[in-house]
């Protein structure tokens, strides 16, 4: 079965062809960070012009590149929650006019459920039930996949997400957009214990995440030490700052996974590219004997081959939409 992946939820427009949720046949992505940096982050106006300016051409050459044409397809999925609402209405409104031009269903795919679907990609032989931490610029959730389109939220961030604070922090320190990226590359090279930092917890909810402490320590030393005239080590802060983040994502994940005995681990979203995290989180895998599922590299970040996969899970379980379908800047991964 071939389906035909359009995402645009945020900043990236893309198009893939996927064969049974499993082989990616082409993966196209039409980036705008370039333009997004002067002004420190994503811009939703600029970003809406710019997907509708790209997805034609972008959903054409992922034909192309894939051997293949609208009359060889099953179906088509789109992006519909959550994101940047313009951007979001750009491709479920593109998915829907080819839809009813050609009389290919529409598969309707939650954003967060896609990344999940990366792992599909990557490891074609993980299949449900598994333990997943989604951890990305808007979200971090601890996540049950009992099956490709039953998930329970075990844990979430009260506040801002993982990369959120990687942004901000960064962003305060100087580094430039996007921040959470480069913060990464820097944090490699300075000392993780060079400062002390809060472990924030959420009273009451083990396996809940808060962030927004974290990432006020870090603008309090700043603004501490620039008061003082004294000098900040860039790469230590970083570094210290990433352990900070990457231990409360640890701690959480392992706990839950102890809770509900969960026998296999993933990771998913763009914050799952973190070289820390992805150190850590294999050193306790190995420890505890568990196997791990990391999305490659080329699928950490937002694309539609993710969206294709989950779509075609999505659409054996009849999960299709009308023309009524529109799109939704918030929606839960368990409805």
């Known amino acids: 079965m071939l389906l035909l992946g359009i995402e645009s939820s945020c900043d990236e427009t893309a198009a893939a062809v996927v064969e049974d949720g499993r082989k990616i046949l082409s993966s196209v992505i039409a980036s705008q960070v370039e333009e997004h940096k002067i002004y420190g982050g994503v811009v939703p106006e600029i970003a809406s012009r710019r997907h509708s300016e ?9 034909l192309s590149q894939s051997g293949k044409s609208l009359s060889d ?3 088509i999925a789109v992006t519909y929650a959550p994101g940047l609402i313009g951007a979001l209405l750009v491709g479920v409104n593109f998915a829907k006019g080819l839809a009813l031009s050609t009389g290919l269903p529409l598969v ?6 896609g990344h999940i679907a990366s792992n599909y990609l990557s490891s074609p032989e993980l299949t449900p039930p598994f333990l997943c931490l989604v951890v990305s610029g808007g979200h971090s959730h601890i996540v049950w996949v009992e099956d490709y389109t039953c998930l329970k939220i075990l844990g979430r961030t009260r506040d801002d997400a993982a990369g959120e604070a990687f942004d901000k922090a960064a962003r305060a320190m100087g580094i430039p957009y996007p921040g959470g990226v480069e913060l990464d590359k820097i944090a490699e090279e300075g000392d993780e214990n060079a400062y002390k930092l809060p472990h924030p917890h959420v009273d009451g909810a083990p396996l809940d995440f808060s962030f927004s402490g974290l990432k006020t320590a870090v603008l309090n030393l700043l603004n501490n030490a620039r008061q003082k005239g004294e000098q900040v080590s860039v790469p230590d802060l970083c570094a210290s700052y990433r352990k900070a983040v990457v231990d409360c994502l640890i701690h959480n994940l392992f706990l839950a996974a102890e809770e509900t005995g969960a026998r296999r681990i993933a990771l998913a979203g763009g914050v799952s590219a973190n070289r820390l995290l992805r150190r850590r989180a294999q050193a306790v895998c190995k420890e505890k004997g568990l196997p791990l599922y990391l999305p490659d ?39």
């Open 54 to 62: 790209a997805i034609s051409g972008v959903v054409g050459e992922a």
């Open 73 to 75: 397809l099953d179906g």
């Open 108 to 113: 309707p795919v939650h954003h967060l459920r």
């Open 297 to 335: 590299l080329s699928l950490c970040g937002d694309n539609a081959a993710m969206i294709a996969s989950q779509g075609y899970y999505e659409f054996l379980a009849g999960n299709v939409a009308g023309m009524d379908l529109n799109a939704c800047a918030q929606r839960s991964i368990e409805e």
